[in-house]
């Protein structure tokens, strides 16, 4: 597949440099940026962060668990 972009000029002669600097050519630093740019996931918090995951509770606390004999049981949705 051929795909042919306008670049602005500073875009055209930063990755013209940046090419030079790596010693590849432009083509494959330009398939290289596309490749990583499609593989990763954008900005999409995927995990907790390490304060939540670190996090240990209060000692003198009661467990969740020890409540679930007085959860209610969920009622089955009336679908006619």
């Not at 306008?6 to 600097?21: G, N, S, Y």
């Not at 590849?24 to 596309?34: F, H, Y």
Request: glycine share 2%; proline share 9%; no cysteine.
């Amino acid at each position: 597949m051929q795909i042919m972009l306008d670049l602005p000029q500073d875009l055209e002669q930063d990755l013209i440099r940046q090419a030079a600097q790596s010693n590849i050519p432009l083509q494959t630093l330009i398939l290289e940026a596309l490749r990583q740019l499609t593989q990763t996931t954008p900005n999409i918090v995927d995990k907790w962060s390490d304060t939540v995951l670190s996090y240990e509770g209060m000692p003198d606390f009661p467990a969740f668990e020890s409540y679930r004999s007085e959860l209610l049981t969920p009622s089955e949705p009336e679908l006619f």
